[in-house]
T-cell receptor
Framework: GQNIDQPTEMTATEGAIVQINCTYQ??????LFWYQQHAGEAPTFLSY????GLEEKGRFSSFLSRSKGYSYLLLKELQMKDSASYLC?????????FGAGTTVTVRA | GAGVSQSPSNKVTEKGKDVELRCDPI?????LYWYRQRLGQGLEFLIY????????KSGLPSDRFSAERTGESVSTLTIQRTQQEDSAVYLC??????????FGSGTRLTVV
């Protein structure tokens, strides 16, 4: 079975840093994705981790520990446009299994 | 096309009616997926196509749901005798060799 957990909501101030954690217990693992989804829009790709460690891409970084079944997405220098839902997804062979998503609200 | 296109973007239907949802994947993408997203919930896998075949239909919630894909391109998800619990956003995604999944904007289905 697949169990992917992430917090439901987080609130942070513009310019701050927010870390969204994702823990997973899955029957297989071929990588972990993070997607951003604004209300009413398509999920858009943010990052992909298949090996342990930190991947940095501009203001966004993602970390993976396969032995702990743990990942986080780090959003730095928060902007108002970063208010969205962030989806953690585990890849097993061809299939992506998603957590319920974390809604991030950025306050001025 | 440049992205994954889904139509209609919104659909309101009466309980008991049949609906068809369409997905046009990125040209050349051999893999196609349908997901369902209920309000406030994560994406729920429905079905996976590789070419025109569907090796994994395990997520289809009942026999009222079916999907087909033709020409290794367009896919149609059909829901028969719609129920209120079918109300959700139906998302389609395509990928090349099961990597780099690109999602469409979805069809918001409301059953009244």
């Amino acid at each position: 079975g697949q169990n992917i957990d992430q917090p439901t909501e987080m609130t942070a101030t513009e310019g701050a840093i927010v870390q969204i954690n994702c823990t997973y217990q899955t029957s297989g693992f071929n990588g972990l994705f993070w997607y951003q989804q604004h209300a009413g829009e398509a999920p858009t790709f943010l990052s992909y981790n298949v090996l342990d460690g930190l991947e940095e891409k501009g203001r966004f970084s993602s970390f993976l520990s396969r032995s702990k079944g743990y990942s986080y997405l780090l959003l730095k220098e928060l902007q108002m446009k970063d208010s969205a839902s962030y989806l953690c997804a585990v890849k097993n062979d061809y299939k992506l299994s998603f957590g319920a998503g974390t809604t991030v609200t950025v306050r001025a | 096309g440049a992205g994954v296109s889904q139509s209609p973007s919104n659909k309101v239907t009466e309980k008991g009616k049949d609906v068809e949802l369409r997905c046009d994947p990125i040209s050349g993408h051999t893999a196609l997926y349908w997901y369902r997203q209920r309000l406030g919930q994560g994406l729920e896998f429905l079905i996976y196509f590789q070419g025109n075949s569907a090796p994994d239909k395990s997520g289809l919630p009942s026999d009222r749901f079916s999907a087909e894909r033709t020409g290794e391109s367009v896919s149609t998800l059909t829901i028969q005798r719609t129920q209120q619990e079918d109300s959700a956003v139906y998302l389609c995604a395509s990928s090349l060799q099961n990597y780099g999944y690109t999602f469409g904007s979805g069809t918001r289905l409301t059953v009244v």
